[in-house]
């Protein structure tokens, strides 16, 4: 019996001898041969293929951050306060989850590796059922997480609530997943056939109703099942049994496929880690809001981590497809082999230099169109103060500036030590987004607070 291929988790998405030799796999090759890569990209061309998902992503994530001002009044919000912890973990599985996926399937078209029919659907079926997996993991150990850290802040946890953590955040993280999975599939096929490059449109694109739905899914299960903890405490046991009882049924569909059934092994770290450094994002979330004084930041803070992940999101999705379509696993470019300079982000004339200078360049635009947006759905009677505006771009410019600075390096390490980026980069970015960006603006409400600016004028 001839010996099986050991995948690994830099080999392409599915095995070779699955495609068929098609003509944009072929020009890909040609083009891996004088080392140019994927087709080139003008300054404009990237710029307005980023610019629209960039900007629903943003009011998504405004969108976002009302609800959450709304709903932190309600009843389970002002009883369970564990559940603040649990916003940036469960929010950060958009980009454990969905801005992965996105980025492996973005790395699959541009590779040419779904072209047939048959490629399509093994890709899409089995990475589906990987990520409902991971997800109803992940939102049984974000509640977990979330749990622990309450009770080391408070000295105590009551059972049902730890009950309630579970089954809220273990729902909403499967509907949530499996939603924005349906969709992010139909956003990278139609960028297909529309000749987008999906590396600039996918990642922010599963962002930029993300946050709201699954904020949307978070704040009603959690409402729901406050009203049945008293009296119908079983119901909360019988939905945490139901989405655990489907866990053997994606690892089988999920191992029935060359890619997920790898990702089974070995795709479980960056997830895990990326949570927990979600979670301490959450922890200081929730000590910043239980301050009356600092209760505003509320709004703002799902639109700096949500921007600052979606931003990076797209260069590290961009860097992985270059390594993916020029290099072979554990070889990088030559000025990467020396040691790591911030400059070389930046500097320089290759397309990811490009993309890298337009990304910090739309954060303060980007972020000017947000707050001001957020100002007018309060009803639009004041304007965001001079120092608060400051302040809080200073913050987002800095979380974006250090995330790029970050991919640029932990995206070639990953290849050298040949680990695929796609699968490994976004969750460890995106949740030091979420960490960043909570306590740079914790830190930018407590000086504004301190020197007595309100934020608005």
Request: charged share 10%; net charge neutral.
């Amino acid at each position: 019996m001839p010996k099986l291929h050991e995948y690994t988790e830099t080999d392409f998405l599915l095995p070779n001898k699955l495609y068929r030799a098609s003509r944009f796999s072929g020009s890909m090759r040609a083009k891996d041969a004088d080392g140019s890569g994927a087709p080139a990209e003008t300054v404009c061309s990237i710029v307005i293929q980023i610019l629209v998902p960039f900007l629903l992503a943003g009011f998504g994530t405004v969108s976002a951050g009302m609800l959450l001002e709304v709903v932190q009044n309600w009843d389970v919000f002002q009883e369970i306060t564990e559940i603040f912890i649990l916003v940036p973990a469960v929010l950060g599985m958009k980009g454990n989850l969905e801005m992965t996926l996105a980025s492996r399937l973005s790395t699959a078209v541009n590779a040419g590796k779904m072209e047939t029919a048959r490629e399509k659907w093994m890709l899409i079926i089995g990475n589906l059922a990987l990520k409902q997996l991971q997800a109803t993991v992940l939102g049984l150990l974000a509640s977990l997480m979330a749990t622990v850290l309450g009770w080391m802040a408070e000295g105590k946890m009551p059972f049902n609530h730890v009950v309630l953590l579970c089954s809220a955040s273990v729902s909403t993280a499967f509907m949530a997943s499996l939603l924005q999975g349906v969709i992010m599939v139909g956003v990278i096929m139609g960028s297909k056939r529309l000749g987008i490059n999906p590396d600039n449109v996918a990642t922010p694109m599963a962002a930029s109703f993300g946050d709201l739905i699954t904020l949307a899914f978070l704040a009603c299960f959690s409402q729901w099942f406050f009203s049945l903890i008293d009296l119908y405490p079983y119901v909360l046991y019988l939905v945490d049994m139901f989405f655990l009882c489907l866990i053997p049924l994606w690892v089988v569909i999920a191992s029935k496929h060359p890619a997920s059934h790898m990702l089974l092994r070995t795709g479980w770290e960056p997830i895990v880690t990326a949570m927990v450094i979600s979670s301490i994002g959450g922890l200081i979330l929730d000590k910043t809001v239980s301050d009356p004084n600092l209760a505003g930041i509320l709004v703002y803070a799902p639109v700096i981590n949500g921007i600052g992940g979606n931003l990076v999101s797209i260069q590290s999705s961009r860097i992985s497809t270059n390594l993916h379509l020029n290099y072979s696993p554990r070889e990088v470019p030559e000025d990467r082999r020396s040691c790591y300079n911030p400059c070389r982000t930046f500097l320089g004339s290759g397309a990811n230099h490009r993309s890298a200078q337009i990304l910090v360049l739309l954060v303060i635009p980007g972020q000017l169109v947000f707050i001001h947006t957020i100002h007018l759905m309060k009803g639009g009677h004041t304007l965001p103060s001079p120092l608060f505006t400051i302040a809080f771009l200073s913050a987002s410019l800095i979380q974006v500036f250090s995330l790029l600075c970050i991919a640029d390096c932990m995206v070639h390490c990953l290849w050298r030590r040949g680990k695929d980026p796609d699968s490994y980069s976004i969750p460890y970015l995106t949740a030091l987004g979420d960490l960043f960006g909570t306590a740079l603006l914790s830190l930018a409400f407590l000086m504004l607070w301190c020197i007595g600016d309100s934020g608005s004028v």
